[in-house]
């Protein structure tokens, strides 16, 4: 199933809170660990940018972290009940204060250039038929010296860390998931390419353990 604007079907909010939460635990804190290594010591401050919140899991982990007590988050996704549950959640754990939450697609943010220090997006690329102007759109708001940093499955994982992935599935009472609506390294490769970054994008994955799943994909704005 398709929506406009070339965006896949997802889970239910619902769906997602009560159960992918659990599945993609254990990546959500591995996009923690990065982002606060990017970060280092030079920039505790600033304005961040989640792209495809779903219920805004990630933003709540952070504005509860003291290494982002001075950032201001803003989150949006494309389906207006993640957004509606994200605003539930955000609201019930006292951080609407730290989290600004909107209806948005990955494909055209409305938001001006150089509007953000950090754009984070996970789980969230592969529910596009096409990522290229997304990867456009998140290089376009960042700030000068800023950088995008986003990680998702990728289509050739190890069998072994898709094992792995199925198992947990099949723990949570999830169907197997589907592999083939994922990008292969060479795929997004092709993408970054066609959104013109080749020379401010870096692709990585490892060869085992569960951040072998998928890719990470760094977009770095030079400083003027």
């Known amino acids: 199933m398709k929506h406009e604007n070339n965006i896949k079907a997802i889970p239910t909010a619902q769906e997602y809170e009560n159960k992918v939460a659990k599945l993609t635990e254990i990546w959500d804190k591995l996009l923690l660990f990065r982002i606060k290594t990017e970060l280092g010591d030079s920039k505790k401050t600033g304005e961040m940018l989640d792209v495809g919140m779903g219920t805004g899991i990630i933003l709540r982990y952070m504005a509860k972290d003291n290494a982002f007590d001075d950032f201001h988050f803003t989150g949006i996704d494309y389906f207006d009940d993640m957004v509606e549950v994200a605003n539930d959640r955000i609201t019930e754990e006292g951080v ?52 995008a940093i986003i990680h998702d499955a990728r289509r050739d994982a190890p069998e072994e860390t898709l094992e792995y992935f199925r198992k947990i599935r099949a723990d949570l009472d999830m169907g197997p998931t589907n592999i083939e609506e994922k990008f292969t390294m060479e795929e997004m490769q092709s993408f970054i390419h066609r959104a013109g970054l080749d020379d401010h994008a870096t692709l990585s994955t490892s060869n085992s353990g569960p951040e072998s799943i998928g890719y990470e994909l760094m977009i770095y704005k030079p400083a003027n």
Request: aromatic share 8%.
């Open 96 to 147: 609407n204060n730290r989290i600004t939450t909107a209806q948005g697609d990955a494909n055209k943010l409305d938001y001006p250039d150089n509007s953000f220090d950090v754009v984070i997006s996970r789980a969230t690329i592969h529910h596009l038929e096409d990522p290229t102007d997304s990867l456009k759109e998140k290089y376009r708001v960042l700030k000068p010296g800023g950088f």
